[in-house]
């Protein structure tokens, strides 16, 4: 079963330096029908002005990754971290017992535009934890690779977590499919373009929940970049 969630449904707050899209219910947006899916609690579409950003704010358990689509995001954390996180940048935080970090727009002059998830941990009061990892766009071109898993596969980043993050690119006309196991479910990100599943277009931003479904078989439409969840 596929249920669709479009981009013009989503929660919205403007803040004036940033712009942010929820995914699901989020800090002053509350809708009882999106609080997330599986361990998967938040896809924020974020976008920061030059100079913009976080101050510095804690978390505590809770597995919290970045991704961006353009610009530098700068990150500084209390574990001694410094880093900026560009197009093609996985990073992952995992909050633990806690920690204390800031993020801000590396740019004086572009915005930043990037996608935070958070994925709620299936150990609590755990060491916090910082991994960075480029993964080039390039090499996801009509293809799956997998970002995020809970044991680092195939060169991805561990989490505290039975979750799977997949990136891919579809161009028009590219085909991908991901196979279900049957006690697995899934949701469906487009960062940006178009694509064909199940009879639907999907555009920038929307979103789609994937339920006792054997094969998910995408259509590239017009240069589609992707994130797709494997969770419990």
Known sequence: MLTLRKAKDRGHANHGWLKSYHTFSFAGYRDPEHMGISNLRVINDDTILPDGGFAEHGHEDMEIISYV???????????????????????????????????????????????????????????????????????????????????????????????????????????????????????????????????????TGDGLKIEKQEILALRGIHHAEILLFDLP
Do not use: C
């Not at 530098?72 to 992952?92: C, F, M, T, W, Y």
């Not at 993964?135 to 799956?144: T, V, Y």
């Open 69 to 203: 689509l353009d610009g530098e995001l700068a990150h500084k954390d209390n574990l001694g971290n410094g880093s900026v996180i560009r197009p093609g940048d996985i990073q992952r935080m995992s909050a633990g017992t806690g920690v204390t970090h800031s993020e801000y727009n590396h740019s004086s002059s572009q915005p930043v535009h990037f996608l935070q998830i958070w994925l709620q941990p299936n150990k609590l009061g755990v060491q916090p934890a910082y991994t960075q990892k480029h993964f080039p766009l390039e090499e996801r071109h009509g293809r799956w690779v997998l970002l995020i898993s809970p044991d680092g596969a195939d060169g991805s980043i561990a989490t505290h977590q039975d979750a799977k993050l997949f990136g891919g690119l579809l161009k028009s006309g590219d085909m991908l499919k991901y196979p279900f196991d049957d006690d697995r479910r899934g949701y469906l990100h487009i960062a940006r373009g178009a694509l064909q599943v199940g009879g639907m277009t999907l555009h």
